[in-house]
C-alpha cells in the first residue's frame, strides 16, 4: 500500500475513536429560520499559514498549493462499508495544505505547527491527523 493510504486509513481510525467518545453532543440545537445567523467573516489563513502559502507557492512554481483542505477531499470511503459513518469521522477535519501536480495527485500533505498549535485544543486536533 501507498504512504498515503496509510496515512488516510490511521486518520480514519483516529477519527472513528474521536466520534465514539464525542457521541451525543449538540443533539439540543433547533434551529429557527428567522434567526439571524452568529457568523463573522475571518481571514482564510493565519499570518504563519500565509507567508508559508507564499513560499510554498514561490519555491513550487510547477506544482498547486492548496490551503484548508477537508480531508474528505483526499481520501473516500471504500464500497462495502457504511459511507455516512466513516464521511461523518473526516468530516471536520482539514489540512492546511495539499500540494498537488497539475492532473490533481496529491503529492504532499503540509499540517504547520505555529504557535496556534501549542494550545491544548489544537494539540488534541492535530494527533488525530499524524500518522504513527
Known amino acids: ?8 486509513l490511521f486518520i480514519i481510525a483516529i477519527a472513528v475513536l474521536s466520534a465514539l467518545t464525542n457521541k451525543g453532543r449538540g443533539r439540543n440545537f433547533k434551529y429557527k429560520p428567522s434567526e439571524t445567523w452568529p457568523f463573522e467573516k475571518k481571514k482564510l489563513m493565519t499570518a504563519p499559514e500565509q507567508l508559508l502559502y507564499f513560499r510554498l507557492i514561490e519555491s ?15 481520501v473516500s470511503v471504500r464500497k462495502g462499508h457504511d459511507f455516512k459513518q466513516w464521511f461523518n469521522r473526516i ?3 482539514s489540512a492546511d495544505f495539499v500540494v498537488t501536480d497539475h492532473s490533481m495527485s496529491v503529492i504532499a500533505v503540509i499540517e504547520l505547527d505555529d504557535r496556534s498549535h501549542l ?13 504513527r
Open 60 to 74: 513550487l512554481p510547477e506544482l498547486c498549493v492548496f490551503s484548508q483542505v477537508q480531508l474528505s477531499q483526499l
Open 91 to 93: 468530516s471536520r477535519m
Open 1 to 8: 500500500m501507498s504512504d498515503f493510504l496509510y496515512i488516510a
Open 119 to 131: 494550545k491544548a485544543d489544537r494539540i488534541a486536533a492535530d494527533h488525530k491527523k499524524i500518522r
